[in-house]
């Protein structure tokens, strides 16, 4: 970002102004200096959190985990350049039923979040001065948290519902899915390779795969295109078993590790 690391560090401190500039965001309460509560609506799906602070370190990082609801912990650092700033994110997440599952292998959270990042980068470079600030410190946990820090958390079983722009029927989902990569991905313009971020989905248990759709091998490697071809089964289309994202750089050969710059 073409700003000094003060400048955009202040800004991300104000976590209830974030619906204003990321379009995934819809709520955010800050319950205290290192709690807060969350509410996003990605691919159609809205999902409720309270996250805890778990490092905040002014102008290098805010790191997190949730408490309760949808399972996620990441961290955000800043990196000063000398009158410009580099922002990387790498973020965790556990994808709850089949649509979600679905969203995942279309990389809809990761999309949402690029997406994001970029509407951040031009709303804070359009202002070039921060709304805010605060400049305390969390100290607690260092390095990045896992799913494992939000232990408490295991998904949040619906209690933000779905939104009204999703009708039932997987089919109608998987749809909507498409349409939220599709939208992420025009958001981010001409300016896409700036914007990298890292999405480390876990899942548990792998989704369940109607009888008529090929099951793939668990030592295959399928690479999933951004709108998958639909294979005769109304609203699938995804191999169930798929992993990795295509032309994403992996970090020790792991294609559920990645991490990704601004």
Known sequence: MNLPVTTVYNQWTQFEEFPQFMGGIK???QLSDDRLEWVAEIGGIRRQWEAKILEQVPDRKVSWAATEGATNAGT????DLGGTTRVN???EYEPEGLVEKVGDKLNVVENQAKADLQRFKEFIESESYATGAWRGAVTGQSGTPTVEDAEQSRGDSGKAGVSGKVAAG?????AAAVAGVAA???G???KEEETVVDTVPVVDSAPVVPETTPVVDDVDVVDIDPVPAVDGVPGTGVPSDSQGLQDDTLINGDPTDRRGTL
């Open 89 to 91: 994110l790498v973020l």
């Open 188 to 190: 981010k313009g001409n």
């Open 170 to 174: 997987v089919g109608v989902a998987a």
């Open 184 to 186: 992420a991905t025009a």
């Open 27 to 29: 709520q955010i309460t």
């Open 76 to 79: 955000v650092s800043f990196e």
